[in-house]
């Protein structure tokens, strides 16, 4: 019974590979020749070389596989080449179906996200059916995620494969060593380093919960539906209060109105067209700000026996697992 997994490097994917690995899977993981594979310590596994934007990598690494998770994703909100992204995260999605497929795999689990979901945005939380609009999918990570799940349902329906979609929200906790952008936020507010906030709203989900749910969508979840794998819906401004009682600090009390911070986001944007380093905040950011990013995990819970654990829980494994990596000093 060999699992392939891609991504396994990564933050959600190294979660994913390990609860697989104790439910018994004998793994195959994907990797780049480039990646850092410090989140495989102790994983037992067959590692394999390839790359998203090299399809016969990907036939190769699914060849002899009863199950595929495609966890792989380029998951960052702002990049110097948005084809580059694109490339990775739509044609790189589609290619790795198109490859468990040809290995005839009888389950296919895609890791989606949130970001491809409709948005209610005054606090209400959204689901599955939640319907879309246009202007929900601002800046190119969420357009990159929203096409590419609809060209695997698209496909999946045309050509009857086994596929089983999950939209994890924002996952927070251990082994988050690029970091992402939640765990940046999470990393920066233990520092003291956010003094202030915006009005706006996240889910927040320990990212073990995350991989326990990509898990349950193998075993259980039904073929061509979605399941939202979330947490805790929280105003920033709890988020960044609860990071701040983990480390015993003041939290932040200033909220800035968007007017304000318009100007600096405009600027950061152009310092990283010239400089390449990733931008703390870009118009994007604000624009997805505008609507309380919230959503329900009632369908999982039903379908698949989905508990995500308390968001503190998550908070407190992140920091802790920041400062034993020399990520946060304290």
Known sequence: MTTLVTGATGFVGSAVARVLAARGHSLRLLTRPTSDRRNLAGVDAEIVTGDLTDPESLIRAAAGCRYVLHVAADYRFWVPDPDAMLRANVDGALAMVRAAAKAGAERIVHC????????????????????????????????????AERAVLELA????????????????????????????????????????YIDTGLNI???????????????????????????????????LGLVADVVHRRPPSIQLPEALVWPAALVMEKLAKFTG????????????????MFYSSAKAATELGYQPRPVRLAVEDAVAWFRANGMLAG
């Open 205 to 239: 989900v320990h990212v073990d919960d995350v991989a326990e749910g990509h898990v349950l969508a193998l075993e259980k979840g039904r073929i061509g539906q979605r399941y939202v794998l979330g947490g805790e819906n929280m105003l920033l401004k709890d988020i």
């Open 157 to 196: 329906e045309r050509e009857g494969l086994p596929v089983v979609v999950v939209n994890p929200a924002a996952p927070v906790g251990p082994r988050d060593i690029k970091p992402t952008p939640t765990g940046k936020m999470i990393r920066d507010a233990a520092a003291g380093r956010v003094p202030a």
């Open 112 to 147: 989606s996200s949130v970001a491809t979901l409709g948005q209610i945005g005054d606090g209400t939380p959204a689901d599955e059916k939640t319907p879309t609009h246009e202007a929900d999918f601002v800046g190119i990570y969420k357009r990159s995620k929203y096409l």
């Open 277 to 292: 380093i990733e931008p703390m905040m870009t118009r994007d950011h604000l624009k997805m700000a505008r609507k309380k």
